[in-house]
Structures are given as structure tokens and as C-alpha cells.
């Protein structure tokens, strides 16, 4: 646990994302090349003065994925380091450089993160485990096991849930970077393709390709580069935790759904910010229980109740808890390594106003939680 | 299900189950008991997953469990050799800890969670190995 706070001012200069979608004639580095570019311009810090890089990914395709990337640039010698830490590998990778800068061994720090997902179902091991003839490692199966629980739990019924969906296909229509921008009424999103009963495919994030970038600096390099401060939010929270003893051993089980319960409460502690202050959250809403667990977790629902503030419509962008403001995974798609870069990128878009279409009203503190199988939960607090 | 009786008969992963190869029937599910805290756990556990002491001892479960929860899976991973579409469980041992497997010979309308489950088990040829699969049946 780091009981640490921060102490130094860390700020996001620079934001860059390549849309997610299926790019066939696009190779992972180019696609990753473009939002970082794009990062470091919107920054307007030149690149030989970022003084380390760190880039994450899951994927194997060869070693040095982030030197790889960033060779055309031009290597200067800093330090680059690829980091994976499953779907929370780009949380992950910013998360190391946050604290890089607030030790005060770095000012300014590239984080970085891209992913090809191939279709088909996700599992944590590879094809010659012995998981893949027990039948237990299957992702969204994980989360169908959680939502049965839930369903009987709370009385929570099948539309409900649905509807945190239906939300979020609403919230990317807008939004030209999202995977999937067509919208769904519940009876279709219920009524789509049986995956894990009872989760049905459009209540599952797609499998995407696509790259997010953040260049982080200190606040004298703000000064030094003449960085607007309000167009730079500055993270005062930056937890990673791993699973504790929960009695199950995987991932997928359904005892214990709020394990980023004790990220959260560390990211609150940190900040000296209380749930009810954040103005916007983004979560991972790998299938959409995962979405009304996370906000329990996070305290922005007590235990059991977000389905109904879902239903309230109060995790839409016009109400008071707006979550997943781009689309959440479940509409922007899930490209792991990008996946929790991204959520930084469109929290910094609302903290800067300009998150047009999508847009939530006086925003000023910004909240992006990312799990990962492990395992693994980061939890991100932006303020400005 | 009929075996080659030419064939070896290997426990899927011998780190959680366990073969009695001359009667399947005693096939068993194994573990640790920390003897600090008397947490339960399946599967390797070096140290205490719940207190992190070094005095743990091995166990072979009974073999009993209740559905916590279970999902049909539609759209199993590639390397999945079984039926389609198939029942996954999530068991509570008497013991404590939860297991994840396949639930079979129950009837549709039979699962609900609450239900008491037995272990039993399939054999899943691959080679010349079959190779004996953990399973869930409805008591």
C-alpha cells in the first residue's frame, strides 16, 4: 500500500488517441506512433526533452514493442520501458510514471499504450493451458457468474443492467474514436447474441485495436515550456493494487466483486477527496455488471444500489454521477494496453471543456478506474 | 465415455487434482489448510494466501460442494474440446474455497444456485494421454 501522498505537482500536458476500431492495413506501431505524436504536440514539449517513456501493452508481438514504436522519432537514449500488467497495462505504465516524477527523478514523461485484440473470447492463459479444457477461464464468463450473483442478490432485473449499455452506446455516438457508434434500445441489447448467459454480446465490450498517449510533466516544466495550466489537470491520486485473498484463486469467480475497494479508499485517502465530489468517473466496464460493481467499489453507489441509480438515468452524461462519458469500453472498445491511457485522454478533454457533443457541465474532477486480470485495479484522480 | 485402455490416464493438473488411477472414482480435489489461521485453500499455496504463514498442510477435499453460482457458456475460447453449449459452475466447498468447472449430467431446469454438487469427473483425450477433467455433477 503506498500511504504516501504526493508530493509534487504532476501534470497531463499532452493528450493523443488514435480511434479504436479494426485497422487491417495498419501495423500496432504506426497506429501507436500517431497518439503519441499527438500527445507531444498537444504538449508542446519537443521530444528530446521527454526524459523517459513507458508503454503499455499485453500482447507478444516480438520484443521492445515501445522501442520500436518510438525508433522513428528518434531514439535519444532515455529510458524506455514496456509494461504490462494485462487490461490495466496502461494505467499501469502511467502509475510508474507518475511516481518517476513526483520522486523527482523525472520532469517529463511520455505513457503510452496500443493493442490489436483478435476476435473471439478472452482468456487470461494461452491455448495450451490446462484452463482451456477445465472451462473456467473465459472473461465474460467471469462476469456472467458476477451478474447471476448480482441479479439474485439485489433483485436487480435483466433490463437494469442493460441499460448501463444502452447508456454508453448513447454516449459515443457522438464520439468519431469510438469502436461502435450505433445505439441500442434494451429489448435489443438483450435480445443480441447469447455469449455467457446471461450476458449477451452487445453487453460486451468489443474486441478493438487502437493506441492512447499522456505526456506527464512537472509543474516547472509547465513554466518552462508555457503550458496553459488549465488545459494541464494535475493527477492528485494514483493507486495500483493486486487482488487479495478472495477464496476463489481466479480472477473470474463471483465471491468477492469489489476488489477495487481498496484502491479506491487509498486514491480517496491520497487526494483528500471524497466520492461525492468527483464529477465525472470512468471505469471498466468490460461487460456491463462490471460497470454497476466498479461503482460500488468506488463508493459512488452504496453496495447493490447502482443498478438503480443506472436506471435513474444518474450515470448518464445529464446526470449527477456521469460514468463512461466516451462510451466506456463497452463503445470505445477495449484495446488493453490503450484502454487506461484513454480514460485519462477523455477525462483531460472534460477538464479542458472541449469533450464536445459529450460534454459535462463544469467539470473539475475526474475519477478513471481500470482492472485488469491478476488481479489488477488502478484508480486515477484528476482535478483542475 | 470410453477410454483407450492403452492409454495413460493424467490429471489435467496435478496441483489441484489428484488420481486415485486405479478406481477414477476416488479422483479427489487438493489443496492446503494453513494450521496458523485454518484457511482452506485450493490448489498451490506456498504461503498462506490469507495470513502468509509457512505452516501449511496438505489436503484432499471431500469433494462436496453447493452452487454458488454458474453461467451457459455459447461461445467457449479456441482449444475448448467439449460440448457447446456448456455449463460452467462456480462451487463452494464444504471446505471453503470456490472452484470453477464444468457442470454436468444435471438437467437444465435442475440448476439453480443453492444446489449441492458432487465431483466427479471426464476424460479428454489428447495423444496418447487421456487426460481426466474436474467436474461438477448435481447431487
Redesign the interface.
Known sequence: MINKKPSRSVRVAGIGLHPFGRFRNKNIQSIAREAVVEALTDSGIPWNSIQAAYFGHVYYEGMSMGERVLSPLGLTGIPIVNVENACSSGSTALWQAFWMIDSGLYDAVLVFGAEKVPSGPVTVTSEDSPERLIGGDHMMGGYALRMRKYMEDTGAPASSIAQVAVKNRSHAVLNPYAHRKETYTVEQILKSRMIADPLTLLQCCPTSEGAAAVVLCSEEYLLKFGIDKSKAPEIVASVLTSGDYNGSGSDHSAFSPYRTEPAALQAYEMSGIDPNDVDLIQVHDAATIAELQQLESLHIFEKGEAWVGTQEGRTALSGDRPTNTDGGLLAMGHPFGASGIRMIHETVMQLRGVASGRQVEGAHIGLAQCSGAGDVTTVHILKN | MANNVNNKIVS??PERFKLDTANLENNVLIGYRCQTCN?Y???PSTYC??CSSRSMEEVEFAGTAIL???????????????RV??V?G?A?LSE???????LIDSEVNEIE?GIKLSLTYEL?QNNNND?A??KWRFN
Not at chain 2, 471453503?96 to 464444468?102: R, S, T
Open positions: 489435467v493438473d484457511v485453500v485450493f490448489g494466501q490469507s454458488y453460482s454458474y453461467t451457459v457458456i455459447h461461445v467457449p475460447p479456441a482449444g475448448w474440446p467439449g453449449p456448456y460452467l462456480e463452494e471453503g474455497p470456490h472452484v470453477l468447472a464444468e444456485t479428454v487426460i477433467v474436474y
